[in-house]
């Protein structure tokens, strides 16, 4: 396990490394932001001494040499923008994302895991029907349309949910919570249900399509022979083989609902990392951008390691690490 | 053999009622099974074996259905039980074993877990218990050190292993009767042999009454008592194994027995039945085997009835062998 771990370490490293290059380069390319700080009256002198200030006037490795060494002390930049520094500016707006992609992912579980297994045990019947046919609308819909739609009905309409902003937040362990206070909670739920929705879907699918495929293999069938109830055969037999596969896909969406919550925040003005990006790209905050995909990647590292040792939990023939292992 | 028998099965019927159309697996089929008696229910792939199996236990699937017949089981006609009273029959006094122990055996469940919600399905008793008669279970079907192999996956153990561990639980709750649904076919020789033998063994000791589905009739020949030959879903004769084996009446019985390699006729070539099982989609009235029979004539255009030759014995065709 230990080596496992160490293993698994060196080989998130060097995918970040990687990626900050990638990264590097590709907000090198979009444009040099010089051009949107300065007032545009300003005279070239000023316009050398700002890209000077800024590091701009360095060559292209030595720029990516220096943010290296700096991030290896922890420190991504500054933003050019607001200077502070962009790490501190994302791990600000970072509990607001997460916690509506968390509620999101809460509700895509609660819901679609027991409605996919009912949409499989009884594939034929009208509940079964229906609960397809509007997983397939959940995956076809956009995102911005049915989050414009909710607004519309639900705040525009009938008045009865707010539209923007977290709502009253408590402090937890100097974080701001929204989901702890009733305010909070009205205000989450259009957003964190607009989230939800393509992750629901896919749940529905995922989890049926397991369902449809477990109850026809013979341990269901000799669980059955044993004359042990339904509710056991399905809750222990059938859902601990489903939830393998519905494991790995939880956590790789949860990675995705945090980076792409940008279109859900931007619809519900939620204070949040995605909305942050959208701004640090329309201003060229180029270390803000790049702070951004590090901690989204590191992220996704985290998930997926979770993810794996969750998995090997599950399921008794993967052994992390090789056989030695127990 | 006095009294009643422990299970008679009187012309049960069970059709798939598929999109495109009747599916007769099982069609007019009867047998019966004595208190602790071996018998042996042979056909080919495709013939309703299993089928026959899953109606007893009650668990036919839906598009299938039982349409007809009665299946008396020590005194209850098990077609008429709800769901919850012929639950509380499968595994406590009737159990199955299948094909296939690479797939009978939940891959993420350990064998304790296993052995143990079958034992607390029926009996209301304390998981160390329940443990300990897993445990004797384990003994009983030849695994050694039990208490090691109770805290293991299935995917620790072979083939043979796994098979052993299945038929533990079906003995576990001390059956009246097992079904064993080809238990040793996916098995090699050896470990096939070692598994009929304690199986029989484990059966006479307990008294445990077996039907042994197979498609070998010279697996049935050490074996059982009684058997029942199967084609295209119907019965098609019965009797005691040396009846059935020396003196086989149906054309496909007699078929059967000549493709099997025999002891004292060394050097005999093999007779295989021409042609093919029927697709039971599109089969109509009468004799299901007149395709492949040698004997038939125009009278088996027409279904022959179940006629009783002699006593413990029953047929059905027109022009038995003699
Ligand atoms: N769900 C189903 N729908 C329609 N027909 C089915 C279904 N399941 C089984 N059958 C048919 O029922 C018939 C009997 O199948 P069964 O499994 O009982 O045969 P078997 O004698 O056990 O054969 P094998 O030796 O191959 O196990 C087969 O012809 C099969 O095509
Ligand atoms: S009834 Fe006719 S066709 Fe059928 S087995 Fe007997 S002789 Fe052959
Ligand atoms: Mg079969």
New interface residues.
């Given amino acids: 396990m230990l080596a496992y771990a160490i293993r698994r370490f060196g080989q998130s490293f060097f995918v970040l490394v990687l990626m900050s290059f990638l990264v590097f380069v590709g907000v090198y390319a979009i444009g040099n932001p010089v051009e949107l700080l300065v007032n545009p009256q300003a005279d070239d002198a000023e316009r050398i001494r700002a890209t000077a200030a800024l590091g701009l006037d360095k060559a292209f490795l030595e720029q990516y040499w220096v943010f290296l060494k700096g991030a290896a002390s922890g420190d991504l930049g500054r933003s050019f923008v607001y200077n502070v520094p962009a790490l501190s500016l994302i791990l600000d707006k970072l509990p607001a994302t997460i916690e509506l992609a968390f509620v999101a992912m809460v509700i895509a579980i609660a819901l679609g895991i027991p409605l996919g297994l009912v949409a499989g045990l009884k594939p034929d019947s009208i509940l079964g029907r229906g609960i397809m046919a509007g997983s397939i609308l959940g995956f076809s819909l956009p995102t911005f349309w049915v989050g414009l739609v909710l607004i519309m009905v639900f705040s525009v309409q009938l008045g009865w949910l707010p539209s923007n902003g977290r709502g009253e937040t408590v402090t937890v362990a100097g974080v701001p919570l929204s989901f702890l206070t009733a305010d909070g909670l009205l205000h989450l739920a259009m957003p964190a249900v607009n989230l939800a929705l393509f992750k629901l879907s896919l749940l529905i699918r995922l989890t049926r399509a397991g369902t449809r495929e477990a109850v026809l293999q013979d341990y269901v069938k000799f669980a059955r022979a044993k004359g042990l109830t339904q509710g056991r055969v399905i809750g222990v037999h059938v859902l601990k083989n489903i939830l393998i596969p519905i494991v790995t896909v939880i956590g790789l969406e949860l990675g995705s609902v945090i980076a792409f919550a940008i279109v859900t925040e931007s619809i519900f003005a939620w204070p949040g990392t995605g909305k942050l990006l959208i701004d640090s790209i329309n201003q060229l905050d180029r270390p803000v951008i790049v702070a951004y995909l590090l901690v989204i990647v590191t992220l996704f590292i985290f998930i997926n390691f979770v993810v794996d040792v969750l998995y090997s939990m599950l399921d008794p023939r993967v052994r992390l690490g090789g056989a030695a292992s127990h | 053999m006095s009294g009643d028998p422990l299970l008679r099965v009187e012309g049960l019927r069970m059709h798939f009622f598929t999109k495109a159309g009747v599916v007769k697996a099982v069609d007019d089929v009867s047998f019966s099974v004595g208190r602790g008696e071996i018998l042996g229910l042979v056909g080919e792939s495709g013939s309703g074996k299993s089928m026959t199996g899953?109606s007893i236990?009650g668990?036919i699937d839906p598009p299938g259905r039982i349409v007809d017949g009665r299946i008396d089981f020590d005194g209850i006609d098990l077609t008429r039980l709800d769901a919850a009273a012929w639950?509380?029959?499968?595994?406590?006094r009737i159990?199955?074993i299948?094909q296939?122990p690479m797939?009978?055996?939940?891959?993420?469940?350990?064998i304790d877990t296993q052995i143990i919600?079958?034992v607390q399905?029926?009996a209301d008793v304390s998981r160390e218990s329940a443990i300990a008669r897993a445990r004797e279970a384990l003994v009983r079907v030849g695994i050694a050190s039990p208490d090691e192999r109770l805290r293991a996956?299935p995917?620790q153990f072979s083939g043979g292993m796994r098979q052993r561990v299945?038929i533990a639980?079906a003995l576990v709750n001390g059956p009246d009767l097992i079904i064993a649904d080809e238990p040793t076919t996916a098995l090699d020789v050896t470990i096939q042999g070692q598994i009929l033998f304690e199986m029989q063994k484990v059966c006479r000791e307990s008294g445990t009454a077996l039907i042994w589905i197979t498609h070998d009739l010279s697996v049935i020949a050490g074996l059982a008592d009684e058997v029942c030959v199967m084609y295209a879903g119907r019965f098609v004769e019965s009797g005691t194994v040396a009846d059935i084996l020396d003196r086989p009446l149906h054309p496909y019985s007699r078929g059967l027995i000549d493709s099997v390699p025999s002891r004292n006729e060394r050097g005999r070539p093999l007779r295989q039945i021409p042609g093919m099982t029927p697709s039971l989609l599109s089969l109509g009235p009468g004799c299901p085997f007149r395709e492949r029979c040698t004997s038939a004539s125009p009278r088996c255009v027409e279904s022959p009835d179940v006629t009783e030759p002699s006593p413990g014995r029953r047929l059905r065709c027109f022009h038995p062998s003699a």
């Fill in positions: 899953y236990l668990l639950r509380a029959i499968r595994g406590n159990a199955m299948f296939d797939m009978t055996l939940n891959p993420v469940l350990r919600e079958a399905a029926h996956y995917h299945a639980i």
